[in-house]
């Protein structure tokens, strides 16, 4: 049986003046901050399901070309590297860390990251 579509999660965008984004973020639209670690990222949810993460530039390991990551959730991660072929990721990593699912990342066509998520409780464990 097939995989369903990915769903989209959510966005990563990258700034030098995080506490300046914060506050836009938080102050100026209203957002709710769901997550915060200073000096490194802040997370705003969406009611909707949906999130927004501002990450300060220079923190990430794979940095995206115009600091710009989109995020999608597929139910089996080793399924979709596969189909997508491995050579063409950047980054994976099959158990996760942290309390994150696994994942990998690669590159679209204009170089900005898409982050790969394993939905949590759905198919196998990726890439065991």
């Known amino acids: 049986m097939p995989d369903a579509k990915p769903r989209f999660i959510g966005f990563e965008l990258y700034f030098e003046d995080l506490e300046g984004a914060r506050g836009f973020y938080r102050d100026t639209l209203g957002l709710d901050l ?14 909707s399901g949906g999130f927004l993460c501002l990450e300060r530039k220079g923190s990430e390991s794979y940095p995206s070309r115009d600091k710009a990551v989109v995020f999608l959730e ?10 997508i072929g491995r050579d063409r990721f950047l980054q994976i990593e099959p158990k996760g860390s942290g309390g994150h699912p696994p994942w990998a990342v690669l590159r679209d ?14 198919g196998q464990s990726a890439l065991t």
């Open 34 to 47: 769901s997550e915060e670690m200073a000096g490194h990222h802040v997370k705003f949810d969406s009611p």
């Open 74 to 83: 597929v139910s089996n991660l080793q399924r979709t590297v596969e189909k």
């Open 109 to 122: 066509p204009e170089g900005h990251n898409v982050l790969i998520l394993e939905k949590s409780g759905m």
